[in-house]
């Protein structure tokens, strides 16, 4: 095997739900967590949380050895960033803050080898180091490659439509927290304009076939995303879901 499946691509396609964390603990033992705890990806996140390169490749490692897609969200629009995460093995790239069409080309550019883009050519690990045809590797990367822009703007979400509508775009992932400040009600993530907001965010996301994600923040948003035909769903990262862990396991013995 010359490159290894996009199980998450796969069953986005074919309309399975899917579950997901960002990983913001740099850790390759989390991440081998999440994938034993029936995950189905794990965004890496190195906008918010420093993660050295080798952390971040051992991270890429050892979701690979427990069947969990890694994606990287790197910090911006870069595309030599973009390089570094694909060619470490990522699987796919959330990008925050997509704003323009032109911002989005250049995200799918960056994630494609040529004709479809202009990635950088390298036979490292994730080309498994020569061992295979590498023509053929960068026809097989192209194929399993996602590009997940992130909307979490209000000039994200004015242009929904023309960033959804750039081919090669394989999800898009909300981001209520900014959403909520750029519309001037920062954490207010469930306040109506945010809702609103995210919404028209989804319908362009159906109006061109781009699986929508959701990062649910109570029972209820899940249901109503659910209800709306939403398959793929971030849970949180798993830095917040230990903290809770860890308090309630205390409590529960303080409290006795």
Known sequence: MMLRVNT??????S???VFGLLGSIPSPVVVEMVGCAGFDFIIIDTEHVLVNPETLENMIRAAEAVGLTALVRVSEPNPKEILRA????ALGIV????ETRKQAELIVRACKYGPQGTRSLNSGRAGLFGKHNLVEYIHKANEEIMVVPMIESRAGVEQAADILSVHGIDMVLEGAADLSQSYGIPWQTRAPAVKEALRL???AAEQYGVPYCAIPRAAEDYTEWVGLGVKAFVLGDERGVSFRALRAHLQGFAQA
Do not use: E, M, N, S
């Open 15 to 17: 309309g399975v739900p």
């Open 86 to 89: 694909l060619d470490a093995g």
């Open 95 to 98: 990008v925050p803050q997509v």
């Open 201 to 203: 965010a989804f319908a």
């Open 8 to 13: 998450l691509k796969q069953k986005l396609v």
